[in-house]
């Protein structure tokens, strides 16, 4: 289902009222309030409404902080007819444009999705372009990689509840042992744990609840608890 995103605003400014103008409930006839999602930091634009943005507003610097939200605002703007040149906000009244300097937005956001269809927004007489947005469902995957921690989480819910996006199955043991990996005399791996491609583990080594990357090799007599090497 499609999803057009009709409002963003910071969290840290939502209070108990959110206030969503008419014109945007008379363009869809429906819209959800959501506060318990985030903001993956992934966008895809067309190039040409892109390469517009950035030249009418030169002082943008942030696609997330600036970009983002003037679209979404902009959205159902429109040029009515006999008044060329003449914008129509979401209230319906005829304003100026806006400066380059509009309010940046934190990243923490509560949007307003909407699952209706392309014909209802075109109805409204809005402008150039739409903005959509894609949620997924519990039953998928999604997580921010922006640090070390969360590279560390990421790596060790491979083993765990996204054990499906390595591509290889656990074994008897709870496990994942690539086929070319080698493990020397006396050498043992632990359940909820993963050696890829190429491994090496030496002689009399101990390897529990860690993530070894491909081509990493572990000499003898070490004993590794919950690490990542790659």
Do not use: W
């Not at 519990?138 to 969360?150: D, E, F, G, T, V």
């Not at 054990?163 to 043992?188: A, D, E, Q």
């Not at 070894?212 to 690490?227: D, E, M, T, Y």
């Amino acid at each position: 289902t499609r999803q057009f995103l009709l409002h963003v605003v910071s969290g840290t400014d939502v209070e108990k009222d959110v206030r969503v103008y008419k014109r945007k409930i008379r363009a869809v006839g429906q819209m959800e309030i959501r506060s318990d999602l985030m903001d993956a930091h992934l966008y895809a634009f067309n190039r040409t409404t892109l390469q517009d943005v950035l030249e009418q507003k030169e002082a943008y610097r942030s696609i997330r902080l600036e970009v983002l939200p003037y679209l979404v605002k902009s959205q159902l703007r429109s040029a009515p007819s006999g008044g060329e040149g003449t914008i129509v906000d979401e209230t319906g009244n005829v304003v100026v444009p806006p400066s380059s300097n509009l309010q940046c937005l934190s990243q923490h956001r509560a949007i307003a999705p909407s699952a209706f269809k392309q014909d209802l927004l075109a109805s409204s007489g809005g402008g150039t372009h739409r903005c959509c947005v894609y949620i997924a469902s519990k039953n998928k995957y999604c997580h921010r990689l922006n640090s070390i921690q969360a590279y560390c989480d990421i790596n060790r819910d491979v083993i765990g509840e996204a054990s499906h996006l390595s591509g290889y199955s656990f074994s008897s043991h709870n496990n994942i042992i690539h086929p070319s990996c080698v493990l020397g005399s006396k050498s043992t791996v632990g359940p909820q744990c993963m050696l890829a491609e190429g491994s090496q583990l030496g002689d009399k080594c101990g390897v529990k609840r860690s993530v070894i990357g491909r081509h990493c090799r572990i000499g003898s007599n070490v004993k590794r608890l919950s690490i990542l090497l790659s």
